[in-house]
């Protein structure tokens, strides 16, 4: 049997490969460019996006409370996990990937069709940091010969993996949406702040807000004046055309909304809003809302907000940078991977 990564080379190599990402060479900077051609979200803007996401969330400090690993014990306990990676954004599947890795397991990774050279990428640049990673990381068509699954999809492909995946452990993630409690309050930068959770990755996240809850009668002059910045959104063909299209349905449907431009808001008493357009909802009673949030939990990935609230929440335009320690759904990976039996 190969030789367990000790924690501390663990360490060493995320560390060096957040460095990496952090100062992209030629070579990565021509895969950031030229990414829009096979999946025409992945612009340079949202690509460098994600690859300093990832160079944040490799925080030395981070990785040293996070990986406690203890190889001995990992000498008859590693197992083969099924990852089936998400692609609506660039490079999202990474974190499960990299808690595999982490708790000394070996990832099978199966490739969404829509981003299938941003990961590869950059575990070649890991395992060259370190060749340990090697034996620990294979490309898979099909799954086979698993002990656990990581699946992402949507709520129809999850029905799917729920029934396939039953007998043995797994975590499956579904669609969620995030969203924002206004108080009428905030700042021009707050709500400025507030357009990178709403625009960044053009909306296409789990992570990104799809719904704000503002008070009785909020003025979204206000709103609308801190988000333009952002208008450049418009620019991109595949977001004009959902725009658009949304405009014309609701214009169809005589639906009262609001419209900027480049964003339509509509009053909707559901979370997840079509790309381009944001629901919002309005509120009397803060402790109503937050009651109603609590029932949806299993719809909601983020909650941005300045209230105090018993949900934990994220300040404005945090959504898009998770740390090590915010799991998706709020189901801790690592805590799975180093319990399977």
Not at 41 to 62: C, G
Not at 132 to 150: C, E, H, N, W
Not at 285 to 293: I, P, R, T, Y
């Amino acid at each position: 049997m190969s030789k367990i990564l000790t924690s501390n080379q663990r360490i060493n190599a995320f560390e060096a490969l957040g460095n990496i990402l952090r100062y992209p060479d030629l070579e990565l900077m021509e895969l950031i460019n030229s990414a829009h051609r096979y999946n025409a979200w992945f612009t340079p803007q949202n690509a460098s996006m994600a690859l300093r996401a990832i160079a944040e969330m490799l925080d030395p400090e981070d990785l040293k409370k996070w990986i406690n690993i203890e190889p001995n014990k990992l000498e008859t306990k590693i197992r083969s996990i099924g990852l089936i990676l998400a692609g609506n954004i660039p490079i999202v599947g990474f974190h499960d990937v990299i808690c595999v890795l982490a708790s000394g397991h070996k990832a099978l990774i199966k490739l969404s069709s829509s981003d299938q050279k941003f990961i590869p990428f950059i575990l070649d640049k890991l395992t060259e940091i370190e060749p340990g990673f090697r034996q620990q990381i294979s490309y898979i068509d099909r799954l086979k010969d698993f002990d656990a699954v990581i699946a992402t999809g949507s709520n129809n492909t999850s029905r799917y993996f729920d029934y396939y995946f039953s007998k043995v452990p797994h975590i499956i993630r579904k669609n969620r949406n995030s969203v924002a409690i206004l108080n009428g309050q905030e700042s021009r930068d707050e709500l400025k702040a507030l357009g990178h959770d709403i625009f960044d990755y053009f909306g296409l996240g789990c992570r990104s807000v799809s719904k704000i809850y503002v008070p009785q009668g909020y003025d979204f002059s206000i709103f609308f004046e801190a988000i333009e910045d952002f208008r450049s959104v418009a620019d991109h063909h595949k977001y004009s055309n959902n725009y658009d299209y949304n405009k014309s349905i609701f214009l169809v449907n005589l639906d009262t909304h609001l419209d900027n431009g480049f964003l339509l808001l509509k009053e909707d008493t559901r979370l997840a809003s079509p790309l381009a357009v944001l629901y919002y909802e309005q509120y009397q009673n803060l402790a109503k809302v937050e009651s109603q949030l609590l029932n949806n939990q299993e719809l909601i990935q983020c909650l941005v907000s300045k209230s105090l609230l018993t949900i934990p929440t994220v300040n404005f335009g945090e959504t898009q940078c998770p740390r090590l320690f915010d799991y998706a759904d709020g189901v801790d990976t690592m805590k799975f991977l180093k319990e399977l039996k």
